[in-house]
């Protein structure tokens, strides 16, 4: 089965920038959307279409793709950023969903 | 508003059955397909069960396939998740959300949690 792979932990001071990588064979012809999960939370869509960002998220949460490999940004980060992220995106059939193991985010 | 709001979970020995509910409210039910996400405790998001807007055209993964079933009463703005055959690796908690197409699971429920043990 399909699966997309990202690191578990990614670790940043205030301000600093965080990158979050997702990989996956078929990541050239399918869209990544990016979640946000904070403890206790409902996750939320932080990113849509690869790099396109819905209404109320912070300009400073971006991605980008490369070939296999998507990558979520969050420049400046704060500590209310501190969650885990998820990476999501379909098989080359366009059929089954699938997410990322997530990454943990720690704000230093 | 836009609200998906979860229902049915509980405790349920192995082999046994368990039907989630996911009432939809504030948008046109009919036309967004909807998705059942699990998240086993302290695990990451899985995701389970696609159902498209009319109910026609569904999947499942793997995990799952040929015992959860999709299904959704229009006239209930309600969907269904059927469980069958219930094993402890299903414990967790069962989201459902809304899917715009290309813009993504933009809406989820609160949850409701799914625990299988004897």
Redesign the interface.
């Known amino acids: 089965?399909y699966e997309l792979t990202q690191p578990p932990s990614v670790s940043v001071s205030p301000g600093q920038r965080a990158r979050i990588t997702c990989s996956g064979n078929a990541l050239p012809n399918q869209?990544a959307?990016w979640?946000q999960?904070k403890p206790g939370q409902?996750?939320?869509?932080v990113i849509?279409?690869d790099n396109e960002r819905?209404s109320g998220i912070p300009e400073r949460f971006s991605g980008s793709s490369s070939g296999t490999t998507v990558t979520l940004t969050i420049s400046g980060v704060q500590a209310e950023d501190e969650a885990?992220y998820?990476c999501?995106s379909v098989d080359a059939s366009g059929?089954?969903?699938?997410?990322?193991?997530?990454t943990r985010l720690t704000v230093l | 508003q836009v609200q998906l709001v979860e229902s049915g979970g509980g405790v349920v020995q192995p082999g046994r059955s368990l039907r989630l509910s996911c009432a939809a409210s504030g948008f046109t039910f009919g036309t967004h397909a909807i998705?059942w996400?699990r998240q086993a405790p302290g695990k990451?998001?899985?995701?389970v069960a696609?159902i498209s807007y009319d109910g026609r055209n569904n999947?499942y993964?793997?995990s799952v396939k040929g015992r959860f079933t999709v299904s959704r009463d229009k006239s209930k703005n309600t969907l269904f998740l059927q469980m069958n055959s219930l094993r402890p690796e299903d414990t967790a908690v069962y989201?459902c959300?809304r899917e715009v197409p290309?813009?993504?699971?933009?809406v989820?429920?609160?949850?409701t949690t799914v625990t299988v043990s004897s």
Request: aromatic share 24%.
């Open positions: 089965s869209y959307y979640y999960q409902v996750p939320v869509l849509y279409k819905p885990d998820y999501q059929t089954y969903k699938v997410f990322g193991g997530g | 998705h996400v990451g998001l899985e995701w696609l999947h993964a793997d989201y959300a290309v813009y993504g699971m933009d989820w429920g609160q949850g």
